[in-house]
Every structure is written in C-alpha cells, then in structure tokens.
C-alpha cells in the first residue's frame, strides 16, 4: 500500500526539471565541474543494487549466507538497505544534492525502478528478523564490520530502545573495537582510520590523542593524506614528548599488523 504514494511523489519531483538525459556512470567525467564528479560517482556506487530485482538477489545468497559466508550476508544487508533507501521518500536533501548538479531526473527514476524491484520483499518477515549487518560484521566482512562501528543504530537501534539495555551498548562498543582491529590485521588501512577517528572523538571507544595519533601515524605510512596529516599535527600539540614516544610505538605495532 505504501508503494503508489511514493512513486507519485517522485514522479511529482520529477515534474518540474527539464534537463537532457544523461548517463552519469557513462559520462562520468567533467573537469570543468568537480562537485558534479563526486556526486556523479556517488550515484553511480549507490545505483549499483538497483539493477535487479530484490527477491531473487537475496533468495540466491541466503543458503550460503546461513552457512557462514560473509561477503553472502553483507550483499543480501545491502539489498535490503537499498529497498529501505527507496521506501523513505522524506530525503529532500539527498534529492536536492543530486538536483543542484543535474541529476535530479536520474535520481528520481532510480528510486522509482528501485521500489518496483523491492515489491517482492513485502511479507518476507524472515529477512528483516535477521541483522544482516551484524551477521556479516561476525562472520568476517570487513566491509560490514566498519559500517558496523560507523553505524551503531543500524545495530543497537535509537538511543532510547539501547538505553533499556545497557549491556547491549557494552557489548556493541567491545565488538565494534576488536572487529576493527581484526580487520587491521588482516590489511585493512580502512580499519586503521575508522580507529583512528574513533579514539580521538570518544564515542565507542574512551577519548585517548595518544592511541588516536598512534593509528594516524600508521595511516600516514600506509596511506598518506591531508587528513592524516592534519590529525597527527593537531594531536601532537596536546601530548607530551613521552606520550608521543609511545604513540610512536604503538603505531610501528599497528603498522606492523596491517602492512607488513
């Protein structure tokens, strides 16, 4: 029932452009326009699921993703949490962002191909009594395992349903933190970042500048970039030299565990 609504919506915010229909994941390059480059490749990553129909993506998975495979059970998160994208049509602003570089329309009738895609989904109670996230992060995704730090609702839901269980929110945070560094240690410098901002906010794991600067200073070897090296010069100026020495050498541990 809630499927007509939606369209007509889109089909209404659709109504007023009238722009030349171009293919942002063929022409995807503009030189002269770099704000329409990132979004273009933005669109492109996140049309990526909206090719197929639902049901069958997901029914092909399920077997092996209940066996254990992770990579199964993060694709089958990511098809459910594309239909879910496309059933929220109160996201003006992502709609605005694509608009305000051209492509509203495509955007636009994405979602509208992507909610026919997902019809086959309604009464499929099963799949959404499962966190297929969480299922992935346990079985190994890397990928899932660093949406899972990023993305504690997606995991614990709001904050007033984690506040009935504190222990749930004790054992996101733990978990969250040694998937990471599970991940560092199987070469993941994305992993190494993620712990990086993480130790340095305060928000899963305690606030510490010193294990902070130590992860950024083994992202720098690995992966050197403005950030990095803003971080590390911010960071430096709160710690005293001997806190530095040892975020030197934790780093050399982290760097060693990643990428040697």
Same mark, same amino acid.
């Given at each position: ?27 995807? %390059? ?5 704000? +329409? @480059?990132?979004? $273009?490749?933005?669109?492109? /990553?996140?049309?990526?699921? !909206?090719?197929?129909k639902?049901?069958p ?18 694709e ?15 996201d ?32 499929? %109670? ?5 966190? +297929? @996230?969480?299922? $992935?992060?346990?079985?190994g /995704?890397?990928?899932?395992? !660093? ?19 504190p ?8 978990d969250?933190?040694?998937?990471l ?36 200073l ?43």
């Amino acid at each position: 029932m809630r499927f007509l609504p939606v369209k007509k919506a889109l089909r209404q915010r659709m109504s007023h452009l009238n722009q030349a229909f171009i293919n942002p994941c063929v022409h995807h %390059t503009n030189p002269s326009n770099q704000q +329409w @480059l990132w979004v $273009a490749r933005h669109f492109c /990553s996140r049309s990526k699921h !909206l090719t197929t129909k639902a049901t069958p993506h997901i029914d092909r998975r399920i077997t092996a993703a209940r066996a254990g495979d992770a990579q199964s059970s993060y694709e089958i998160h990511n098809r459910i949490a594309s239909c879910k994208r496309a059933l929220n049509s109160g996201d003006a602003d992502e709609y605005k962002a694509y608009a305000s570089v051209g492509l509203g329309e495509q955007y636009s009738r994405k979602i509208d191909q992507e909610i026919d895609h997902c019809q086959g989904l309604i009464g499929r %109670t099963e799949l959404g009594d499962e966190n +297929w @996230l969480s299922l $992935a992060a346990a079985q190994g /995704s890397v990928e899932a395992r !660093l949406i899972f730090a990023k993305d504690p609702k997606a995991i614990i839901g709001n904050l007033t349903e984690a506040l009935k269980d504190p222990e749930r929110i004790t054992n996101y945070r733990r978990d969250a933190i040694d998937y990471l560094n599970e991940s560092v240690s199987q070469g993941s410098v994305d992993s190494i970042e993620a712990l990086a901002d993480i130790h340095d906010r305060g928000i899963i794991a305690d606030k510490s500048p010193e294990n902070s600067l130590a992860y950024w200073l083994a992202y720098q070897r690995a992966h050197p970039n403005s950030q990095s090296t803003a971080s590390i010069a911010r960071l430096s100026k709160l710690l005293q030299p001997n806190q530095i020495e040892r975020s030197n050498e934790m780093s050399e541990a982290i760097y060693r565990s990643c990428c040697l």
